[in-house]
C-alpha cells in the first residue's frame, strides 16, 4: 500500500507571496492532519480535515487555511508568507474513526521564505 | 540533512547497548500516546502506541511504559542498532470523538556509537 505523498517537496517563496502545498493520504484513510516543524517551535498541529470537513484547528492565524476534496487529498495554503513561515510542513493520514488510529506522515514540503 | 531542533536532549549509547528516551505528557485526560522516529530529511514514522488503560506494550526490540501518576512516557529500544539514530518523539492524541490532534515533545536525539 501506498504511504502518504507530498507535494512539492521543497520550495523557494519571498515574503507577501502565497503558497499550496498538497498532500495525498493512504489508500481508504479519510483523515489529513497538517503539522508545522520548526527548530524553534518542534512539531505544531495546523488543522485536521475528515470527509472535506475541518474537524480540529491548531493556534495558528487565518493566513493558514486548508481543504480536502472527495477523494480525501488535501491542500493547504498559506497566504502573504512571512519569514517566520520558513518550515517543514507535514501531513499525516489516518482512518480518522477513533482518537487510536494511527497518523502516518508523509515526507514533508520543505518551504523557504526569503 | 534535517534539522530537527537545535537543542534537542541527545542520548547516546554503544551499539548493543538498551537505551531509554523518556518524555512527559501535559494532559492527565489524554488517552492515547504514541512514540515516532524522525530521521534526517524524512517525516516521523510510526513506532509503537499504547492507551491509557495500559502500562506497558511490548514490539519488536521496543517497550512502552506509561505512568499516567507522573504523566510519564517512557521507551525502551533493546539491542540498539546504528539504524536507530535518529530523532525521538512521543505524542499524545488530545482529539476528541475520532478527531485527530497530536500534541508532540520536544523531541530527543539519539546517537547509537559503533
Known amino acids: 500500500k501506498a504511504g502518504v505523498t507530498q507535494t512539492p517537496r521543497y520550495l523557494i517563496k519571498t515574503r507577501g507571496q502565497q503558497v499550496t502545498l498538497s498532500c495525498s493520504p493512504i489508500?481508504?484513510?479519510?483523515?489529513v492532519s497538517w503539522y508545522q516543524q520548526t527548530p524553534g517551535q518542534g512539531l505544531q498541529f495546523l488543522f485536521e480535515?475528515?470527509?472535506?470537513?475541518?474537524?480540529n484547528k491548531g493556534n495558528f492565524p487565518g493566513r493558514f487555511s486548508g481543504r480536502q476534496f472527495s477523494n480525501s487529498r488535501s491542500e493547504m495554503n498559506v497566504s502573504t508568507l512571512e519569514l517566520g513561515d520558513s518550515a517543514l510542513y507535514l501531513c499525516?493520514?489516518?482512518?480518522?474513526?477513533?482518537?487510536?488510529?494511527?497518523?502516518?506522515f508523509g515526507p514533508g514540503t520543505r518551504l523557504t521564505v526569503l | 540533512g534535517e534539522s530537527v531542533g537545535l537543542h534537542l536532549p541527545t542520548l547516546s549509547v554503544q551499539e548493543g547497548d538498551n537505551s531509554i528516551i523518556n518524555c512527559a505528557y501535559s494532559?492527565?485526560?489524554?488517552?492515547?500516546f504514541i512514540w515516532y522516529k524522525q530521521e534526517s530529511g524524512k517525516g516521523p514514522q510510526f513506532i509503537i502506541d499504547?492507551?491509557?488503560?495500559?502500562d506497558k506494550r511490548q514490539g519488536q526490540r521496543v517497550t512502552v511504559l506509561l505512568n499516567k501518576t507522573v504523566k510519564h512516557l517512557s521507551l525502551q529500544i533493546a539491542a540498539t542498532q546504528p539504524g536507530d539514530s535518529a530523532v525521538y518523539f512521543c505524542?499524545?492524541?488530545?482529539?476528541?470523538?475520532?478527531?485527530?490532534?497530536?500534541?508532540f515533545g520536544q523531541g530527543t536525539r539519539l546517537t547509537i556509537n559503533p
Open positions: 499525516a493520514s489516518s482512518l480518522g474513526y477513533a482518537v487510536g488510529d494511527t497518523q502516518y
Open positions: 489508500s481508504g484513510h479519510r483523515s
Open positions: 480535515y475528515f470527509s472535506e470537513t475541518q474537524r
Open positions: 494532559n492527565s485526560a489524554s488517552d492515547y
Open positions: 499504547i492507551r491509557s488503560n495500559m
Open positions: 505524542a499524545e492524541n488530545i482529539g476528541i470523538e475520532g478527531a485527530q490532534k497530536l500534541v
